[in-house]
Nanobody, 122 residues
Framework: QVQLVESGGGLVQAGGSLRLSCAASGRTFSSYYMGWFRQAPGKEREFVAAISWSGGITSYADSVKGRFTLSRDNAKNTVYLQMNSLKPEDTAVYYC???????????????WGQGTQVTVSS
């Protein structure tokens, strides 16, 4: 069983930055692909970014490529999503996710966090 707890959301002006963190419980953290999804009001949940077990490989949605950076610290059981040059369209609830076998976490990851709100004002 893996529990995921997100933090770091908040309100920021367009062009600003935020860093989201996702702390995971469990001794097998380094065996999971990790990543983030987001869901804006009235829209479906969408993939944002994913990272491999070692952190050496990452994948990003086109909408965030070049602005967001995903990293992980396996010693701290934590993944970080650094979000720069934020836009109002980045406003959403951001969910951390973990999956044992799917690098981009698939449509239904094994585990979800509870979500953290990110609001970008124009």
């Amino acid at each position: 069983q893996v529990q995921l707890v997100e933090s770091g959301g908040g309100l920021v002006q367009a062009g600003g930055s935020l860093r989201l963190s996702c702390a995971a419980s469990g001794r097998t953290f380094s065996s999971y692909y990790m990543g983030w999804f987001r869901q804006a009001p009235g829209k479906e949940r969408e993939f944002v970014a994913a990272i491999s077990w070692s952190g050496g490989i990452t994948s990003y949605a086109d909408s965030v490529k070049g602005r967001f950076t995903l990293s992980r610290d396996n010693a701290k059981n934590t993944v970080y999503l650094q979000m720069n040059s934020l836009k109002p369209e980045d406003t959403a609830v951001y969910y951390c996710a973990a999956d044992r076998f799917q690098f981009r976490l698939g449509p239904t990851p094994d585990y979800w966090g509870q979500g953290t709100q990110v609001t970008v004002s124009s």
